[in-house]
């Protein structure tokens, strides 16, 4: 049995506390020190059922990582990651499989997600054999109908990967994560990959799903305007930790903190005439084997205090119900 | 020469680059298939039993020579077993052993190299370890110190041939692994539950398959020649089995005499290697350029 | 490089030799007596009894490899049976002719096999390389005991030009080397070729063209060097083979070598002459091996450099 959590009870997903730290050199004598990189840095998340989530940064900011922790790809160092209630890795045998069963996940890179030598359609019925046995007739049935649902046609599942364009073959990867009916999608950077002119069709789709089958969503992305056009709520993250989360409305329309307002005012908008003020972000994101003292983001920070390079800045609530780390907000002064 | 950059001499698709290379092929082809006919059928198609022993036509020439006879086309040896009849099962012997070998050397070896990259940690180091001490070594000598001190057994000789490059497959099944276990594919199996073996056969195995075969073929035409070569130093197969070692062996007691004892088993050895490695030259063409 | 790769390498290379002679010595120990091959099939049971009590073949294997690396440290690596002079002097005594069968094929072959898949290299899917290639692939199917028997009947039997066994006179050695000759420098042909297109081919290549270098100077300064590792490494493994490698070819021209000796001592079971041999073969392995490393971490900066941040 796994521990339950106090949740309430219409949070499907919540992450308390995570942490993953990666060794860095192979160590090959006993008595070298081994170093670390801390990827993820200590971070809480909930989701709703049936929100969906967007989870945004640059590259390398570890949010890919979360997807992987959550996926059991890679073990956390610390912290819960607790589903419907239950703490996921405590779980095991056939009630592991059981849930997750429920969490699916879309990859960035669809080409690589399939095998490219077995056709599409036994691809996305795979998940049925390891779940239920042998039923391929049923199987195939029930492919086609998700294919058809996704977009594709019948005649697209007989064919190989490389047959298909990149927009079909995610389209195939998305068939293939509901096929299993899923309660839960994360979709790790889906569109990345794909042409821009198909991008806002896939992500189309993604609404369309989420609408039809009430599917919980994370969406990972480093497109802010996709996240805001699909997403309830965001989370920002720098260099393993969040640093504002909270409702979308409220986030893209009054970014509070600095990062995020960077990000934000560097979305291109189709509109000339319409003046911003761009903050460009200093220097280069540091590597993460030598993170800044303090706030991570202090070196770049536009508003940076003296204090911003001793402590780093939790995670609170603000009045308007985001969350936000920055001392500049939480100790009472406000911009704009 | 400096053509062979500049004008992308390397494009051996052109079609005169294989018209050549095609005819070539198709006759090593056409060769080891007639051997392995040969092989298949030797009981069938040999005139006499390969042991009969007539010991008044002894040392017998071929039957276009001069003192030759229809009735043994490539005349007999000093025992006076007939020589094409010998022969035909030498090559079933032979081939026998090489196929076996190279197959259970495939099997062995990409068990090995796959257990290593799915454990990882002790066990990928020991087989590592290992694989370079059996690549520093002559298998020559390792196999000279099994089989001679051993009780002459066929079952050994085909087991100690067996092993025979067994850590080619292990170094090449281990690394095709690994770099298989980043792909998006076993991932994303892993992520709806495959089991390990299923990942293994279903999804690895098949990408892999390609470098084994190949690599099979390379293999092949070495475990002829050591399997001959031992025999031929009288260490592998032990009479009354005969293979075309063995021959060349026997024969080479009287070449002076009756050369042909040596030459056509000799030559028939000679076209066969030649032939696997002209196939397996191709076969590495077509499927797996990467590997040299 | 530091010197905690040349460390690692230095271990490994010992950890190798005493792998291989403990191997052998087991192998040996398990699976034969030596005493019907040199006493006979009739000797007496006294007799076999007191030749097992001189070599101390009653005792356990775990015995005998104690006193074995007992006397291994001090130099004593045990008498030939067959011929009861000390394992290391029969081996020594028949050093010198297999030392310079291999180092005059070995000149030969590197000099032949190299510049041959040079030149096959350059001259890509010329005819040149093809004609180049097929002598190749003849002379490395070839088993080489089937050659050697070809060479002798044609050279000797035939022709009668050339002795066809034993030593003794320079004529002595045209046959033998001559087989291994053909063989190896078919390999090496074939290996430098590849070594070499790769290399070729590369986009670095008709960069160094396209910024005015000639053709030769391209060649010298960026394709030879990088064709050069690989190169290296085999011919760094060939010399490791120096005593082993010509077993077969000694024992078909009755080549009073250590490769012969090794034949004739597996047969007869002579088991302290076997294993200085192997000894031998694996010391020279280990350290043309460890030869080539270092020499690799100079050669491919990307070696060295990795290497000395671990």
């Known amino acids: 049995m796994g521990i339950a959590i106090k949740t309430k009870t219409n949070d499907l997903l919540v992450v308390k506390e995570l942490e993953k730290k990666f060794l860095l050199k192979k160590i090959k004598m006993p008595w070298q020190r081994k170093s670390y990189i801390h990827v993820i840095n200590g971070i809480d998340l909930s989701i709703k059922k049936g929100e969906s989530l967007g989870l945004v940064g640059e590259s390398g900011c570890g949010k890919s990582t979360v997807a992987k922790l959550i996926m059991n790809i890679h073990a956390p160092t610390a912290g819960s990651i607790v589903y419907n209630g239950r703490e996921l890795n405590s779980l095991k045998g056939d009630e592991e499989k059981k849930t997750r069963r429920n969490i699916q996940y879309i990859f960035q890179d669809p080409m690589g997600a399939l095998n490219p030598r077995i056709p599409v359609i036994e691809q996305i019925y795979e998940p049925l054999i390891i779940h239920y046995g042998r039923d391929i007739k049923e199987y195939y049935k029930k492919s086609v109908s998700v294919l058809e649902s996704v977009g594709l046609k019948e005649s697209h599942g007989k064919m190989y990967p490389h047959q298909l364009s990149g927009g079909q073959r995610q389209r195939v990867v998305i068939a293939r994560a509901l096929i299993l009916d899923p309660d839960f999608l994360i979709c790790d950077e889906p569109i990345s990959a794909l042409d821009v002119s198909i991008q806002s069709q896939v992500v189309n789709l993604f609404m369309k799903i989420r609408d039809e089958r009430n599917i919980t969503l994370l969406f990972i992305s480093h497109d802010l305007s996709m996240v805001r056009h699909l997403c309830d709520s965001t989370a920002v993250m720098y260099m393993g930790n969040i640093v504002e989360y909270g409702d979308n409305e409220l986030l893209f329309n009054n970014p509070l903190h600095p990062y995020t307002k960077a990000l934000i005012n560097a979305i291109p908008i189709p509109d000339p005439r319409i003046k911003r003020e761009v903050t460009i972000l200093e220097g280069e994101i540091p590597s993460l084997q030598n993170p800044p003292s303090g706030c991570r983001f202090h070196p770049r920070c536009p508003v940076a205090q003296p204090d911003c390079s001793i402590k780093e800045p939790e995670l609170t609530t603000l009045f308007d119900g985001r969350r936000a780390a920055c001392f500049t907000l939480t100790q009472g002064r406000f911009d704009e | ?292 | 490089m530091n010197s905690a790769y040349i460390i690692r390498k230095l271990l490994r290379a010992m950890l190798t030799v005493w792998l291989v002679t403990t191997f052998v010595f087991i192998i040996l120990r398990l699976s034969g007596d030596p005493t019907v091959s040199v006493l006979g099939v009739e000797a007496s049971p006294e007799a076999v009894e007191a030749f097992h009590a001189k070599w101390g073949l009653d005792d356990s294997v775990g015995v005998q490899y104690a006193n074995f690396i007992k006397n291994a440290l001090h130099g004593d690596l045990g008498l030939s049976i067959l011929e009861g002079t000390s394992a290391v002097t029969s081996v020594v005594s028949r050093l010198f002719n297999t030392l310079t069968l291999m180092g005059i094929s070995t000149a030969l072959v590197f000099t032949i096999g190299v510049s041959f898949g040079l030149v096959a290299s350059l001259f890509h899917n010329t005819s040149k390389d093809r004609l180049i290639m097929i002598f190749a692939v003849a002379g490395y199917s070839s088993p080489t005991f089937v050659l050697a028997i070809l060479l002798i009947l044609l050279f000797s039997i035939q022709l009668g030009w050339l002795p066809s066994t034993g030593s003794g006179s320079w004529a002595h050695y045209i046959l033998p080397v001559m087989t291994m000759t053909i063989i190896e420098s078919a390999v090496f042909a074939r290996f430098t070729r590849s070594a070499m297109l790769e290399v070729l081919y590369q986009p670095y290549m008709k960069t160094a063209l396209a910024k005015g270098l000639s053709w030769k100077q391209a060649v010298r300064r960026h394709a030879l060097p990088n064709a050069a590792i690989p190169v290296v490494t085999i011919m760094g493994f060939w010399v490791g083979l120096i005593i082993a490698g010509a077993v077969i070819t000694e024992t078909i021209f009755s080549w009073p070598g250590v490769g012969r000796l090794l034949i004739y001592s597996v047969k007869h079971r002579d088991y302290n002459v076997v294993q200085v041999i192997v000894l031998c073969v694996s010391c020279t392995m280990v350290i043309a091996n460890f030869t080539v490393d270092l020499l690799y971490g100079w050669l491919d900066p990307r070696i060295s450099i990795e290497k000395s941040e671990a």
């Open chain 2, 1 to 292: 020469m400096q053509d062979t950059i500049t004008k992308n001499k390397r494009i051996t698709t052109s079609p005169e680059g294989y018209r050549g290379k095609g005819l070539l092929v198709g006759i090593a082809a056409f060769w080891l298939l007639a051997m392995l006919f040969i092989g298949f059928t030797a009981p069938l198609i040999a005139p006499y039993d390969f042991q009969e022993m007539d010991l008044i036509a002894r040392l017998l020439p071929p039957a276009w020579m001069d003192g030759g006879n229809v009735s043994h086309i490539f005349g007999t040896d000093a025992m006076g077993r007939d020589n094409l009849s010998r022969l035909f099962y030498s090559i079933r012997l032979s081939l026998l052993v090489a196929i076996l070998g190279t197959l259970i050397c495939a099997v062995i070896g990409s068990t090995i190299g796959f257990v290593a990259a799915h454990f990882r940690g002790v066990v990928d180091e020991t087989v590592m370890m290992l694989v370079d001490f059996q690549a520093s070594l002559p298998y020559m000598i390792l196999a000279l110190a099994v089989i001679a001190f051993f009780e002459n057994n066929i079952f050994l000789f085909i087991g100690v041939m067996g092993m025979y490059g067994w850590e080619m497959y292990a170094r090449f099944a281990r690394g095709l692994a690994l770099s298989a276990q980043e792909q998006g594919y076993v991932i994303a199996a892993k992520t709806f539950g495959a089991s390990p073996i299923r990942i293994y056969l279903r999804h690895i195995l098949p990408n892999v398959g390609n470098t084994l075969l190949v690599n099979m073929t390379l293999n092949f035409p070495k475990l002829i020649m050591l399997e001959t070569s031992l025999s031929f130093l009288g260490l592998g197969i032990q009479p009354p089995n005969t293979s075309l070692g063995n021959l060349v062996g026997f024969g080479r007691d009287h070449i002076l005499t009756a050369w042909w004892l040596v030459i056509i088993p000799a030559m028939t050895i000679f076209l066969t290697t030649l032939s696997m490695s002209i196939l397996g030259d191709w076969t590495r063409d077509k499927l797996d350029p990467t590997l040299k």
